[in-house]
């Protein structure tokens, strides 16, 4: 038993942090500190609003947020985070999503290692999983985590496919995209593959019939497992606010400077910490590496070398997001091909963090055969054993995981909780930032609208997010959404027209951008709080009352007390507070 457990240290290590992680979720709950930016504040609460309004199968239907939006805007149901939410509590669903993403993560990178590598795959076994749990434990985007770990996965089928192609291969294939998510991944994955086929078909003199067939049966099932998405895109002409966004248009220096940056620290969806040791490893050995092919002049190996492949896809992408941001680039892709007006194209950068992974686990692997570094090259000729070579690749490894599981980040919810729950029981020191339960504070709603006799009357926010609202089946003009019409945005734009007047910054944010419907402060740069303390200079509200009545609004709630509401013709229902939720709700009511 001892021997076994010694020779799976790294599965025992992988089942601690579960267990550990499972016990720290289960016994602090809704108390866990969970990202908000772009989480709590966006497709959580979505998830909640339709299982409140039963709206996940539903055809023709719109749902409460927005004035009223097509449900067909909002997540696929034939969506494997979206069946968790539908399922489960929604706490239960974020938390599972989370385990789920490492789960897969491990399997696809496990099942691609065995293709690649064959038998000899058992060699590696530990650097497989250790790589595969670092790549899962990364701290992304949480509601794309999933379509981000399994990325593997569809590499692993095509490769497959491409070798010994079955009926069996192109129905997972088909149903792939039940994990991924076509406008962040899917368009890329079809683009790479199209790329692929072509670059294949050269080198092989010869078309690769099951990689053509491939291409259609994978864009095929993301035109069925996500049909609500291109249904809208495809055979709705309404203009959306994708139209008019306007995006930077920066200098030749900038350019440089942000394809050096995203290289160097990815962007925030993607922030896959690779700075701190993967990168400086994986640079130390490519100049390693072609130092080795210039010195015994062997230029064939520099360009055929899987290594530097991986290095140039890593260039590549960030270049293509760089440029992204060079006006006149981007309007010459966008008059060659319309469709790809407004769409970020540069998302091929959220491919980067499993390719900087998969370079540093070639490194290890490599390592591992005493082939990585010169000094290890000596070290096999003085047969000093490989396992202190294997040793060293897995103490690398570990450190990988170390730094992404201890690295405060904006997504990374296990260290937050664990950080901020040790501060309070230890020192007594309670966080400014709230808790998933405190940010919802579903009690305290719940006697707003049970006092109130509410019953589906439009509301904003102000203060607070609207996804609380939303999340707690209120009915909201106010919202977040990136694909919505443009005629709304401006009958909006009416409401808080005398806020945007007032700051410069605000109206260039909701003009140029739109996504966040809220309701603005005339004077901060934001109101719109997620911690327990309010921060406010004004406590006015510029706002176009009657606008907002002629939409069908009837209540805001409010995390501050209105000096003006007499003004603005709105009557204070009531302030309501309960010891369990940090908010202070002003309800007032037009």
């Known amino acids: 038993m001892i021997k076994r457990v010694f020779k799976y240290w790294y599965l025992v290590l992988i089942g601690s942090f579960f267990i550990v992680s499972l016990v720290v979720y289960a016994c602090f709950g809704e108390e866990s500190y969970i990202a908000v930016h772009d989480n709590l504040d966006l497709f959580v609460a979505q998830f909640q609003m339709m299982k409140n309004t039963e709206s996940f199968f539903a055809h023709g239907v719109e749902v409460p947020f927005l004035g009223g939006i097509s449900r067909d805007n909002l997540p696929s149901e034939f969506s494997l985070y979206t069946v968790l939410f539908m399922c489960l509590p929604s706490f239960a669903a974020y938390i ?71 009926v069996w291969l192109y129905i997972a294939l088909f149903c792939y995209p039940f994990l991924s998510y076509f406008s962040y991944f899917g368009f890329f994955i079809l683009a790479y593959l199209t790329i692929a086929v072509i670059w294949l078909a050269v080198r092989d003199k010869r078309l690769s019939k099951s990689l053509f067939l491939a291409l259609f049966v994978l864009g095929a099932g993301y035109v069925a497992f996500e049909y609500r998405l291109f249904g809208v895109m495809l055979f709705n002409d309404t ?8 995006e930077a248009d920066l200098t030749a220096g900038e350019v440089v400077r ?81 469709p790809l007006k407004g769409f970020q194209f540069n998302r091929t950068v959220f491919f980067s963090p499993f390719l900087w992974y998969a370079s540093f686990f ?120 990136g694909f919505y019409s443009q005629q709304y ?37 934001s109101v719109v709080s997620a911690t327990k303390t309010m921060y406010v200079t004004d406590y006015d509200l510029y706002m176009d009352t009657e606008a907002f009545e002629e939409l069908g609004g009837k209540y805001i709630f409010s995390r501050i007390g209105l000096e003006n509401a007499t003004e603005l013709g709105l009557t204070l229902v009531k302030v309501y507070e309960q010891e369990k939720s940090p908010y202070v709700i002003y309800l007032y009511e037009k």
């Open 258 to 338: 942000q394809i050096g940056d995203v290289w160097k620290n990815g962007v925030f969806h993607a922030e896959s910490v690779h700075g701190k040791l993967v990168l400086p490893v994986c640079i130390l050995y490519f100049i390693y590496l072609n130092g080795k092919y210039m010195k015994d002049k062997n230029w064939k190996g520099i360009f055929c070398d899987s290594y530097n492949l991986l290095m140039l896809v890593i260039l590549f992408n960030s270049v293509i997001y760089g440029v992204y941001y060079w006006g006149s680039f981007r309007r010459l892709v966008e008059t060659l091909l319309p």
């Open 489 to 525: 945005k401006e009958e909006f734009r009416k409401v808080i027209a005398p806020a945007l007047e007032r700051v410069e910054a605000s109206r260039i944010y909701y003009d140029g951008w739109g996504a966040r419907v809220y309701v603005y402060s005339g004077t901060d740069a």
């Open 96 to 166: 599972t999503g989370y385990f789920l993403k490492i789960s897969i993560a491990m399997v696809s990178v496990w099942l691609l290692a065995e293709d690649w590598y064959g038998e000899k795959r058992k060699e590696y076994r530990s650097l497989v999983a250790l790589l595969g749990f670092a790549y899962g434990a990364l701290n992304m985007f949480p509601a794309f985590g999933i379509p981000f770990a399994s990325i593997p996965l569809v590499i692993y089928l095509l490769r497959r496919i491409y070798k010994k192609p079955s």
């Open 362 to 481: 070639v490194v290890l692997q490599r390592l591992s055969d005493c082939q990585g570094l010169p000094v290890l090259g000596k070290i096999k000729k003085k047969n000093v054993p490989k396992r202190l070579a294997a040793g060293l690749a897995n103490g690398l490894a570990l450190a990988a995981i170390a730094i992404i599981l201890l690295t405060p980040g904006r997504y990374n919810d296990w260290y937050t909780t664990c950080k901020n729950k040790s501060l309070e029981l230890l020192k007594g020191k309670v966080a400014d930032d709230m808790s998933y339960g405190e940010f919802y504070s579903t009690e305290l709603f719940e006697e707003i609208k049970a006092d109130i006799g509410y019953d589906g009357e439009w509301a904003v926010a102000y203060g607070i997010h609207p996804a609380v609202l939303e999340y707690n089946d209120i009915a909201t003009l106010d919202g977040y959404l």
């Open 239 to 246: 203009e959306t606010i994708r139209a008019t966004m306007t």
